[in-house]
């Protein structure tokens, strides 16, 4: 168990909807981090919150959104969602004292399947 | 832009064969190069990082090292329980601008008792 809690853990949902997932960090982990894992694109990188603030952005499409509240937690939402959104959506968190650690601790995820 | 290559896209060996996986990389001005192990359906989980090229690293019977273009994982007389799939990253020089790592596609190792 890495300590870092996603919810909800499998979503099904239709094109042109919009989902929200959330997590929360390790206590005590300031970093958060928002990756997309699909079949055929491996993990990649959306976008990363430090302590509130955007600290980093990836491929992160328009429709995605992202923020994290002053208790830590983060929430990443999908709009007009689209078939190609299918995927899993692992959330990590790092150690407090580490900004730009790659020493990440990632949740199980959650599996998300649009129809 | 940063590029992560493994080797191969799948291996299988039977307990106690020792290999080797590979991880080719390029990337502007490396901060660290990472190996991470995912199990089926659980998030990836973090093994070790490499900071500098001819630096190694070894935990129970893997062992990491690293060179100016690519790493290896070594895995010593492997179990069924080592078997994952091994996911190797880089983390380019941001400064204070970020933390993103690139990762490669993974080599799923399964190992035959």
């Known amino acids: 168990d890495s300590g870092v809690t996603q919810t909800p853990k499998h979503l099904i949902t239709a094109t042109g909807q919009r989902v929200t997932l959330r997590c929360s960090p390790r206590?005590?982990?300031?970093?958060v981090y928002w990756y997309q894992q699909s079949l055929d694109q491996g993990l990649q990188f959306l976008i990363q919150?430090?302590?509130?603030?955007?600290?980093a952005k990836g491929n992160i499409l328009e429709r995605f959104s992202a923020q994290q509240f002053p208790d830590l937690h983060s929430e990443l939402n999908l709009s007009s969602l689209e078939l190609g959104d299918s995927a899993l959506y692992f959330c990590?968190?790092?150690?407090?004292?580490?900004?730009?650690?790659?020493?990440?601790?990632f949740g199980e995820g959650s599996r998300l399947t649009v129809l | 832009e940063d590029q992560v290559t493994q080797s191969p896209e799948a291996l299988r060996l039977q307990e106690g064969e020792s290999s080797s996986l590979n991880c080719s990389y390029t990337?502007?001005?490396?901060?660290?190069l990472f190996w991470y192990r995912q199990d089926p359906g659980k998030g990836p989980e973090f093994l070790f990082t490499?900071?500098?090229a001819g630096e190694e690293k070894e935990k129970e019977r893997l062992k990491a090292t690293l060179t100016k273009k690519e790493s290896f994982l070594h895995i010593t007389a492997p179990k069924p329980e080592d078997s994952a799939t091994y996911l190797c990253?880089?983390?380019?020089?941001?400064?204070?601008?970020?933390?993103?790592?690139?990762f490669g596609e993974g080599t799923q190792l399964t190992v035959n008792p």
């Open positions: 490499l900071y500098s």
């Open positions: 206590s005590g982990d300031l970093s």
């Open positions: 990253a880089v983390q380019r020089r941001l400064g204070t601008s970020g933390s993103r790592l690139t």
């Open positions: 919150y430090y302590n509130g603030e955007e600290r």
């Open positions: 990590a968190s790092s150690v407090a004292r580490g900004v730009n650690t790659g020493e990440l601790f």
């Open positions: 990337v502007s001005g490396l901060r660290g």
